[in-house]
Structure formats: structure tokens, C-alpha cells
């Protein structure tokens, strides 16, 4: 028996476990158990999307709420003239985005990839707003660049209010279920971020620095259903 092997065997023993089989690993992988969630996060939809833009403002991200897809264009407008910024941005090439009619603002001038160095601001959609910590829960893929969530100082994050969810847990169970196969086999996204504001560090004389290690800014654009 391995030094490995003794030490679990001994958890295993403390914890009143027989044996550790294939079924039990299984079983363990396939079950998903959630844990205590916060009272405050346990609402009608309406009312976690109201949670979710409060939350994300307290953390220091900005939140516009529109009524249409139609409305992004002028949402982003507006945020890139109150902060001074090009009318210049990098788009995820993801179809979540494609009905978004940029040519109602033409004086944007927007490409669809990879955010690179000289990308000032990005636009993304998200895998889900967890509405119990204000946070974005963004799942990387070939149309969802992991570049454009962390080198642009500007992240600019579409969602839909169908996509706010109340908690962590319900966050995991939607990538699953988004991650499922047609087979019933599961392919998960090679990265899951979260993020809960924008980049931010005190680690320097107890300062708070904004930017340290990705965007200064966290803008949420919240479309409503009842538009859609």
C-alpha cells in the first residue's frame, strides 16, 4: 500500500466510508448535492434580477437597464462618451450577439474576435448573472474569448434578464445543461470565470487600486424580457 493509499484510507476510515469503487466515484460525479444557499437570493425571477443590477453596483460595476435588444447600440454609446473612450470596440463573435443592431449607432466601429493589446473595450455576452453576489458567470469557448473578459480596461457585459439566476448552484446547473450533448455526454468550456466587479486590488498600502490585474470598468447592459 502506498503513503497515498494509507492517508485516504484513514479519511475514509474517520468518515465511517467502506471502500472507494468506480460506482461510488460515479455516483459522487453524477449526484451535484448543493449546498446552503443565501436566503436573499431565494426570490421570484423579477425580483433576483433586481437583486443581481444591486448587487453588481455595489461592487463597483455600472448597470444600464434597456427595454430591447435594440437599445445596446445607444447603451454602449452612452458608456463609451461618459468615460471619454473611442467609439471603438471588440465584440464577441458569439450568435447571442449577432441580433444586435450596431448600425442603428454608426459611428461605432466594432470587430468581432479576440480582444487584443490595443482593445480598449469589449463587449461579451455571459453564461449567467448570479443575482446573490451581483457576479457574471462567463463560460470561454471558440465564440467566447477568455482575452475579451480580462486584457480590454473596458469590459461590457450584454444580458439578457432570462439569464439572471439566484444563485452559484443554479449557475452550475445551467452549464451542465448547456455542456450536455445530443449522445448525453457532457463537454464543459475549457475556463469558468467569475466576476464580481472589476479588477481591484488593496494589496498596496491598503489602497484600493481598480484595474490591478484586468478591466477597470464592469459595465452591465440588462435587457428586459418583456421587450424581447
Do not use: C
Request: hydrophobic residues 40%.
Amino acid at each position: 500500500m502506498s503513503a497515498r493509499d494509507a492517508i485516504l484510507g484513514r479519511i475514509r476510515d474517520n468518515l465511517q466510508r467502506g471502500e472507494l469503487g468506480t460506482d461510488a466515484v460515479e455516483e459522487r460525479l453524477t449526484r451535484h448535492e448543493e449546498g446552503i444557499r443565501p436566503e436573499r437570493a431565494q426570490l421570484p425571477h423579477a425580483a433576483q434580477v433586481d437583486l443581481f443590477a444591486a448587487m453588481a453596483e455595489e461592487v463597483d460595476a455600472s448597470v444600464a437597464r434597456v427595454s430591447t435588444i435594440g437599445d445596446v447600440p445607444g447603451a454602449v454609446a452612452d458608456f463609451l462618451t461618459a468615460h471619454n473612450l473611442p467609439a471603438r470596440l471588440v465584440a464577441a463573435p458569439d450568435e447571442r450577439l449577432e441580433t444586435i443592431p450596431w448600425a442603428r449607432k454608426p459611428t461605432l466601429e466594432v470587430r468581432r474576435g479576440s480582444a487584443e493589446e490595443s482593445d480598449a473595450v469589449s463587449v461579451t455576452p455571459a453564461l449567467a448573472g448570479i443575482a446573490e453576489t451581483g457576479t457574471i458567470m462567463a463560460a470561454s469557448g471558440s465564440a467566447t474569448p477568455t482575452t475579451l473578459n480580462f486584457l480590454p480596461e473596458n469590459h461590457v457585459v450584454v444580458l439578457r434578464e432570462s439569464e439572471v439566476v439566484g444563485t452559484y448552484e443554479e449557475g452550475w446547473r445551467r452549464l451542465r445543461e448547456q455542456s450536455e450533448g445530443s449522445g448525453g455526454e457532457t463537454s464543459m468550456p475549457r475556463t469558468v470565470n467569475f466576476i464580481t466587479g472589476p479588477s481591484r486590488t488593496a494589496d498596496i498600502a491598503m489602497t484600493l487600486y481598480l484595474g490591478a490585474h484586468g478591466p477597470r470598468r464592469l459595465h452591465i447592459i440588462l435587457v428586459s424580457d418583456d421587450g424581447e
